[in-house]
Every structure is written in structure tokens, then in C-alpha cells.
């Protein structure tokens, strides 16, 4: 089965700084995606940014990128010149994609912009 | 284009009451996901629907669960009679036909007294 972890609990980071949040996932698929997400107080699950397996090139989207390492199976997220909408859970999430188009969600980080 | 919406936003019931939530897809999304969210975690897939048949069901605890998807749009989750344990955020999802990203709603919180 697969799992996903999200080791550092909470994370801290001054405003436009940058801030770089750790995932590692367990599977034996070759095919699959990853996604972060980040859920505000509001409760409303955001994506941030999606990465196919397949492909090699790192996913960006603005101030956000990630890091994927397909052989260590490792997925962090970088944000730069963070800001203060940036407080948030973020969550990391794998996906099987196509017929079995399920979820595995990590524990989260929450992360804290300071001023 | 509107996203998914849920409601209520908020319900308080008193254990062993019923309970229901409604969910309506982003349109033309013809894959509909229930998810359970305790405090501190990761959403859990309760069930998936594609269309109006439930794919995946495996996780929904059957005993006070229930769901339906009549015309393959807008859904419903029941449980009868509520438990403590119950107490939690139930997020509602959608993804296109064939397509890898799920869009969410912005949930519904139950508190079981």
C-alpha cells in the first residue's frame, strides 16, 4: 500500500523568505502523480502545483516548485519570497490516476509566515 | 467557472441524531469523491463515484454511512445514528472524466455532542 510523510510537523519562515517542506512517499508504481496542497483555516483544500511521475522536469507555478527525486521517492515543496497568505496546512498527496483515481494524503505541515 | 459547494458549512448535532451533508461538482466533473478529515490529518477517501455508480467504497463504514449520487451530479452523505467519533471534517471533491486532479469543496465541519 502506499504511504506518504510528511516529517517536519510545523515550519516557520519570515516574510519573503524562502521555505522548503519535505514529503517521501512508498510505492512500487511506476505511474503515478504528486501534488501539494494547502488548506487555510478557511478549510478549503487548494492545489498548490501537481507532478506526473513520467516526467523528469520539476513542476513550478510561480513562487512555488518542487523537487522531485523519482528514485530516492522524495517530493518537497519550495516556496519563495514567501508571504502571509502563505500560512496554511500544506499537504502532500499521492495519486494513482486513472481508474483507481484515489488520494493518499500525508499528516501535513503547518506553516507559519511571520512578519 | 464555480467550484465545488458543499453545505452546510457547519453543523452541530446530538449523538445519535442523523446527519446529511450535500455536495455539488464542479460541471461536467463525472468523478465525485466523499473524504473524512480528522483534526490533524490527512483526508481519507470515504467513497468514489463515477457517474452515479460507487466505485470505491471500500472505506465507508456501512453500518451508519450511506451515500447516493441519484443523477450522477450532485451527491449526498448520510450517517445514522451519529457517534462522538463521528466529529470531523467531511470534504467533497470532483475530477473531470480520465482526469488526475481533484478539485475540493470547502468542507463540512460536524461536531457530535
Redesign the interface.
Known amino acids: 500500500a502506499q504511504t ?1 510523510t510528511q516529517s517536519q510537523p510545523e515550519m516557520s519562515v519570515q516574510e519573503a523568505e524562502t521555505v522548503t517542506l519535505s514529503c517521501t512517499y512508498d510505492t512500487s508504481e511506476s505511474n503515478y ?1 504528486l ?1 501539494w ?1 494547502k488548506q487555510p483555516p ?6 498548490v502545483i ?1 507532478q ?1 511521475a513520467y516526467k523528469q522536469q520539476n513542476a513550478t507555478e510561480n513562487r512555488f516548485s518542487v523537487n522531485f527525486q523519482k528514485a530516492a521517492k522524495s517530493f518537497s515543496l519550495k516556496i519563495s519570497d514567501s508571504q502571509l497568505g502563505d500560512t496554511a496546512m500544506y ?1 502532500c ?1 499521492f ?1 494513482h ?2 481508474a ?4 493518499i ?4 505541515t503547518l506553516l507559519a509566515v511571520q512578519p | 467557472e464555480a467550484g465545488v459547494v458543499q453545505s452546510p458549512r457547519y453543523k452541530i448535532i446530538e449523538k445519535k441524531q442523523p446527519v446529511a451533508f450535500w455536495c455539488n461538482p464542479i460541471s461536467g466533473h463525472n468523478t465525485l469523491y466523499w473524504y473524512l478529515q480528522n483534526l490533524g490529518q490527512g483526508p481519507e477517501l470515504l467513497i468514489r463515484y463515477e457517474n452515479e455508480e460507487a466505485v470505491d467504497d471500500s472505506q465507508l463504514p456501512k453500518d451508519r454511512f450511506s451515500a447516493e449520487r441519484l443523477k450522477g451530479v450532485d451527491s449526498t452523505l448520510k450517517i445514522q445514528p451519529a457517534e462522538l467519533g463521528d466529529s470531523a471534517v467531511y470534504l467533497c471533491a470532483s475530477s473531470a472524466e480520465g482526469g488526475d486532479t481533484q478539485y475540493f469543496g470547502p468542507g463540512t465541519r460536524l461536531t457530535v455532542l
Open positions: 506518504v502523480y501534488f496542497y478557511s478549510r478549503q483544500m487548494i492545489l501537481r506526473e499537504f498527496a495519486g490516476g486513472g483507481t483515481n484515489k488520494l494524503f500525508g499528516t501535513g
